[in-house]
């Protein structure tokens, strides 16, 4: 039934993040028609936490890696900023600093995944 996630994330500074997408994170993409992007994705999973907020219900998007410290290293190259890597318990992660946009977390789960299991 399902057979795939769009996901959408806005910016004020939309061509900077577009940029920073194809560019340094060197994602594949397509331009479906005057200059929108979509990036083509690696394996991605969902997680259902419960919910501390009044409204109930909100999503979040992070980046997966095999090894955090060589991605942070690789980012920090190409003039990311990073913060440290943290120990979360169940990973490893560092939030990334997305030109014209905000943060996105990279972590390195130590967790099982379902990428590749199922």
Known sequence: MI?????????QDVEKVRAFFSDVLM???????????VYALPPAELGVHPAEDADGFRCEMYLMCDDIAQAVTELKAK????SEIMDRG??????????????????????LTAINRL
């Not at 994602?27 to 992007?37: A, E, P, Q, R, S």
């Not at 003039?79 to 990073?82: G, L, M, N, T």
């Not at 169940?90 to 130590?110: A, C, D, F, T």
């Open 79 to 82: 003039d990311v900023e990073c």
């Open 90 to 111: 169940w990973g490893l992660m560092s939030m990334i600093k997305v030109p014209g946009g905000g943060q996105l977390g990279v972590y390195q789960p130590r967790h």
């Open 27 to 37: 994602l594949k993409h397509v331009d479906v028609g005057h200059g929108w992007l």
């Open 3 to 11: 057979n795939g996630v769009h996901s959408i994330l806005y910016a």
